[in-house]
């Protein structure tokens, strides 16, 4: 999802695009996609007006903001299959650097992934496979794109845009509450932003202001992460001590974070290795 090809991201586009963040229904839309990009973009607008967000985040958030045709062409190409076995994709990301810094990280933060563990029922070996492959700990590739223009630019084409006229209402949305800063609002190819990559509706569904000061930033505060990522997974019906492995109801909950099973499995395996 991000400018490296769609291959070596950690989860495929479409999957991120189909309920994987937890994409939720959300009000209807009604702006005319197509045309004339302003007229979209006015539009779009008052749409979001309609639903809260002040004129004053509005006009900040769409100024000067024109469709990037790299994204149109990026969206084009996915696919939303693996072209690896589990086996091969899982040797390129369950690999010893990747385990060891987790590893040094479950320690660093014990009491934060215990607390987090105990409220929401989620195993703190799973939310530390998650962070490490989305974005290696907020230490790798979380997305260098505008997420305004980037969802503006989806939501303008025809194909899904009730989808993405959504996700840009979310992302405005964030910006409303002072979550994140406009500046702050970058992500990847489809809009996902932050240290486990939400997209804005999940980010407005699901995050929790776990460091109490007041804003919900899963860009920078590693206890908003970890407990909107426990969150997620817990709203969508995980069971707290159950295993998760494939054939599982918790590998089944694990689909609102990615639809591949690869992936799952991926996610799953790497939790394991970290209790070994």
Same mark, same amino acid.
């Not at 539009?43 to 979001?48: D, F, I």
């Not at 979550?179 to 569904?205: C, H, M, N, V, W």
């Given at each position: 999802?991000?400018?490296?090809?769609?291959?070596?991201?950690?989860?495929p586009?479409?999957?991120?695009l189909?309920?994987?963040?937890?994409?939720?229904? /959300?009000?209807?839309?009604?702006?005319?996609?197509?045309?004339?990009?302003?007229?979209?973009?006015?539009?779009?607008?008052?749409?979001?007006?309609?639903?809260?967000?002040?004129?004053? *985040?509005?006009?900040?958030?769409?100024a000067?903001?024109?469709?990037?045709?790299? *994204?149109?062409?990026?969206?084009?190409?996915?696919? /939303?299959?693996?072209?690896?076995?589990?086996?091969? #994709?899982?040797?390129?990301r369950?690999?010893?650097?990747?385990?060891?810094?987790a590893?040094?990280?479950?320690?660093?933060?014990?009491a934060?992934?215990?607390?987090? =563990?105990?409220?929401?029922?989620?195993?703190?070996?799973?939310?530390?496979?998650?962070?490490?492959?989305?974005?290696d700990?907020?230490?790798?590739d979380?997305?260098?794109?505008p997420? *305004?223009?980037?969802i503006?630019?989806?939501?303008?084409?025809?194909?899904?845009t009730?989808?993405?006229?959504?996700?840009?209402?979310?992302?405005l949305?964030?910006?409303?509450?002072?979550d994140?800063?406009?500046?702050d609002?970058?992500?990847? #190819?489809?809009?996902?932003l932050?240290?486990?990559?939400?997209?804005?509706?999940?980010?407005?569904?699901?995050?929790?202001?776990?460091?109490?000061?007041?804003? *919900?930033?899963?860009?920078?505060?590693?206890?908003?992460?970890?407990?909107?990522?426990?969150?997620?997974?817990?709203?969508? /019906?995980?069971?707290?001590?159950?295993p998760?492995? =494939?054939?599982?109801?918790?590998?089944?909950?694990?689909?609102?974070?990615?639809?591949?099973?690869? #992936?799952?499995?991926?996610m799953?395996?790497?939790?394991?290795?970290?209790?070994?």
């Amino acid at each position: 999802m991000m400018i490296r090809a769609a291959a070596a991201r950690l989860r495929p586009l479409a999957a991120a695009l189909a309920v994987s963040v937890g994409i939720g229904a /959300g009000p209807a839309v009604a702006a005319q996609c197509g045309g004339d990009f302003g007229t979209f973009l006015a539009a779009m607008g008052r749409e979001a007006q309609a639903q809260g967000v002040s004129r004053a *985040v509005i006009d900040q958030a769409f100024a000067g903001v024109t469709a990037d045709p790299a *994204v149109l062409a990026f969206d084009r190409r996915q696919r /939303g299959t693996f072209r690896k076995t589990f086996e091969e #994709y899982a040797a390129t990301r369950v690999v010893p650097a990747r385990i060891k810094r987790a590893r040094t990280l479950m320690q660093k933060h014990a009491a934060l992934l215990g607390r987090v =563990e105990r409220q929401f029922g989620v195993s703190k070996e799973l939310l530390m496979a998650i962070w490490t492959l989305e974005s290696d700990n907020g230490t790798g590739d979380m997305g260098k794109l505008p997420v *305004v223009r980037t969802i503006a630019t989806l939501a303008h084409d025809c194909r899904r845009t009730e989808l993405f006229q959504r996700e840009l209402i979310a992302a405005l949305q964030i910006v409303q509450r002072g979550d994140l800063p406009l500046r702050d609002l970058i992500g990847a #190819y489809a809009g996902e932003l932050g240290q486990t990559q939400f997209l804005p509706s999940s980010y407005i569904k699901y995050g929790v202001d776990y460091d109490g000061n007041g804003h *919900v930033d899963l860009r920078h505060s590693i206890p908003d992460v970890l407990a909107s990522t426990a969150n997620l997974l817990k709203v969508n /019906g995980w069971q707290p001590g159950a295993p998760f492995g =494939e054939g599982t109801p918790n590998f089944e909950v694990m689909r609102e974070w990615n639809r591949s099973v690869i #992936y799952r499995k991926t996610m799953a395996l790497f939790a394991e290795r970290l209790t070994e």
